[in-house]
């Protein structure tokens, strides 16, 4: 079966999250809108990306456009931005689904688990978005070096947010990314999610690392 | 090198979870008090872990005389009961080290992440037992099914809690226990690993199994 075509804008995109991930999407089908506050940088961003794909299926927009046009809005703001851009696309993004991949880091302890008064990242979304808009969390905790070298990611996505479909939806947009996806329950557990991005940045930092990651495991292994 | 030899007292420590651990540590020499609020049970549990281990180094007594024996008290005790254990005891465990195992489930909504208002439960147990006794929280995520058994355990131990010398402690009682165990940092990223309890009850609820874990990948295989 093919899998159904997306427009998927990705604000805050030009950053190596969101130019990884959209790589990835694109790459599947997908039509990308990567978004950025500076039109400049979002044009360069989908020249890189449609120069690595060969195909002209990723476009750059400022922010805002970007949202207008897309179907599903992800975020990749760093979280001092996060609560300016949610009510900034509050309007344009009625009725769509918002993938938030942003971790509330606060710093300078970043390793340290500091949540904004909703809860989570994700809650101050859905607050500030209403419930007209669905709020999913995924990919908080991927090291994001190896997206763009086609690399294998050895880390598990844990999804949560509002509503079992929605979250269906990204598990099956995690999977276009070629990772593995998982239902991790509602809006209220993203806390979980977004704080485990910490502990990684802790233990990266006492094993020298920079791609500790988490799997899921005692699930059989036809996922 | 001889590993130290601690007094580990169990409280609530007849459930599977205690008695798992106190079967493991036992084994590696350390001596265990299974502590119960029935006597009668704490010496029953003692009993059948002797005549497993086949050597006399468990013994059972009431919750508060445990903590008043032991140098290391590990709490697996109901959430509901939580509270009133952490208070009960107090001063048996001034300038003792508490492991704090409870995982602040709320039926029915048991797959939802839901905190007490200290933020999780290791944090209430810090708060009601004072800077004189250090709270480490640890062993939320583990299937206790197979620790009766020898079996392996397919699931990391991640340690959060007051003071890196206390969590480096835990995590090599983790380690006679025949897990792996990770620094997670601050007591204040206990939320994290609490809350993930609730995430894989989820994914034991929806793929019917009944171990769903988490690994730590990315670092490198000597641990």
């Known amino acids: 079966m093919e899998a159904t075509q997306r427009v998927i804008a990705i604000l805050g995109g030009t950053g190596k999250e969101g130019k990884g991930l959209g790589y990835r999407w694109a790459k599947k089908g997908h039509k990308v ?4 506050r500076e039109l400049d940088k979002a044009l360069d961003a989908a020249t890189e990306l449609n120069q690595m794909i060969g195909e002209g299926v990723v ?17 990749t ?25 942003t971790v509330p880091l606060v710093p300078p302890k970043v390793t340290k688990v500091q949540m904004p008064s909703a809860g989570s990242a994700a809650q101050e979304a859905q607050e500030i978005l209403g419930m007209e808009t669905a709020v999913v969390a995924a990919f908080q ?17 844990l999804v949560t947010g509002t509503g079992k479909g929605n979250r269906e939806l ?15 329950g509602p809006i209220e557990n993203s806390v979980v999610v977004e704080g485990m991005t910490s502990i990684l940045i802790g233990l990266n930092k006492k094993y020298g690392v920079h791609d500790a990651g988490i799997k899921i495991t005692g699930i059989n292994n036809a996922r």
Do not use: R, T
């Not at 809108?33 to 950025?36: A, L, Q, V």
């Not at 979280?79 to 689904?97: N, V, W, Y």
């Open 33 to 36: 809108i990567i978004g950025s």
């Open 59 to 75: 476009v750059g927009m400022d922010n805002l456009q970007a949202a207008e046009e897309a179907e599903i809005i992800v975020l």
């Open 77 to 101: 703001v760093p979280f001092q931005a996060h609560q300016f851009m949610c009510e900034s696309i509050k309007q344009p993004a009625k009725g769509k689904l918002v993938i938030d991949v």
């Open 141 to 157: 905790n991927i090291s994001y070096e190896h997206l763009m070298s086609d690399g294998v990611v050895n880390c598990d996505v």
């Open 170 to 184: 990204v598990i099956s947009l995690v999977e276009d990314a070629g990772l593995i996806g998982w239902d991790a």
